[in-house]
């Protein structure tokens, strides 16, 4: 059996667990839950009060105006950052 067939069966089976409720589906966690999740981590408190001052979006975060605040230069998701 080649690698291709058995990614593919290995898939079907695990959508039919997920589909029975064998297997829970990962859930992405909003840079607010990280924080509340890990509260001594700095950088998930920054992601999350830029979070929050964005009106919850990210794509704002990225071009933000407010140069003014303290946590301007240290933003995440800043334009030319993978």
């Given at each position: 059996?080649?690698?291709?067939?058995?990614?593919?069966?290995g898939?079907?089976?695990?959508?039919?667990?997920?589909?029975?409720?064998?297997?829970?589906?990962h859930?992405?966690?909003?840079?607010?839950?990280?924080?509340?999740?890990n509260?001594?981590?700095?950088?998930?408190?920054?992601?999350?009060?830029?979070?929050?001052?964005c009106?919850?979006?990210?794509?704002?975060?990225?071009?933000?105006?407010?140069?003014?605040?303290?946590?301007?230069?240290?933003?995440?998701?800043?334009?030319?950052?993978?």
């Amino acid at each position: 059996m080649t690698v291709n067939l058995k990614m593919k069966q290995g898939l079907k089976e695990y959508q039919q667990k997920l589909k029975l409720g064998l297997v829970e589906k990962h859930k992405s966690l909003d840079p607010i839950q990280k924080a509340k999740k890990n509260p001594k981590s700095l950088r998930f408190a920054i992601n999350a009060k830029c979070f929050d001052c964005c009106c919850f979006q990210k794509p704002e975060v990225k071009y933000c105006t407010a140069v003014n605040c303290p946590l301007h230069h240290l933003r995440p998701w800043q334009p030319g950052t993978p």
